[in-house]
């Protein structure tokens, strides 16, 4: 796949990007050596590859579902402007 002047002026003009000569060339030249990365990756022959899972062959340590926090409720509501039991109350937002 190729890419010309026309087409990184096309995208600048849809993404409403105003670039300079230079900054077009500049982009232009960009765009040119991602495609030819994409183009060597491509040629890459992967078939006897097997596709990762994970990237990371690490096996992941499991916690234990625990508690290990105390219940704050009754001090953070003590600190509420407004509360009705367990819930705390707020002005209305939508009428």
Not at 34 to 52: C, F, G, H, K, V
Not at 62 to 77: L, S
């Amino acid at each position: 796949m190729s890419v010309d002047r026309s087409d990184v002026e096309k995208a600048a003009h849809l993404a409403r990007i105003g670039l300079s000569s230079t900054e077009t060339d500049h982009h232009l030249q960009d765009l040119q050596q991602i495609l030819s990365l994409i183009e060597q990756m491509q040629a890459i022959d992967t078939n006897n590859i097997e596709p990762l899972f994970s990237p990371l062959d690490a096996i992941q340590p499991m916690r234990k579902d625990q508690v290990t926090e105390t219940d704050h409720r009754e001090r953070f509501q003590s600190l509420a402007p407004a509360t009705d039991k367990k819930h705390y109350l707020v002005p209305k937002v939508i009428e």
